[in-house]
């Protein structure tokens, strides 16, 4: 009997962070809620207003590059370093990389980790360089 309950919590358990990965994974998924607003499900952009990221060279170019620019939003662009966790940005990055016929390396998480600890780093300098003037 209580080995029948352990082993349905198990599969119960399974089930749940298969389900929970599988959501956190889907660079589809936030790039349809956070991107295809302004880059269109296609990736196609707005010609004059926002870039598509089918084809350009930036997007299949260096990808620390990307995830810097999807953190830190550049013109136009918000920023997503709030709104965005590792998973779901290195998700979102590595669909952007590899959709609509691109065909560029993935992103991994601990990827998205070192680049916004630089990034993190970089805005504290920023911030401390008035004081060392005075
Ligand atoms: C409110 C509209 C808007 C949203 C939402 C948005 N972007 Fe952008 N994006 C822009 C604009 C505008 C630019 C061009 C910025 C500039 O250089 O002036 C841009 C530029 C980019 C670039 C650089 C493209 C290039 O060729 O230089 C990438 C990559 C990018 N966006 C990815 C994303 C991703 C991924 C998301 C979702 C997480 C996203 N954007 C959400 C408007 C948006």
Known sequence: MKSMVSKSLWVALIAFSAGAHAESMSGKD????????????????I????????GSK????????VVSTVLKGRGGMPTFAASLDDDKLS???SYVRQSWGNQASAVTVQD???IRANTNAMK??????PTNIH
Do not use: I
């Open 124 to 129: 504290v300098v920023k911030k401390e360089q």
């Open 58 to 65: 930036f997007v299949l170019g260096d990808a620390n590059a």
């Open 91 to 93: 998700a979102v990055v």
């Open 30 to 45: 936030v790039f349809s809620k956070n991107c295809a607003a302004c880059h269109m499900a296609t990736g196609t952009g």
């Open 112 to 114: 998205v980790k070192t």
């Open 47 to 54: 010609p004059g207003a926002f870039p598509a990221l089918k």
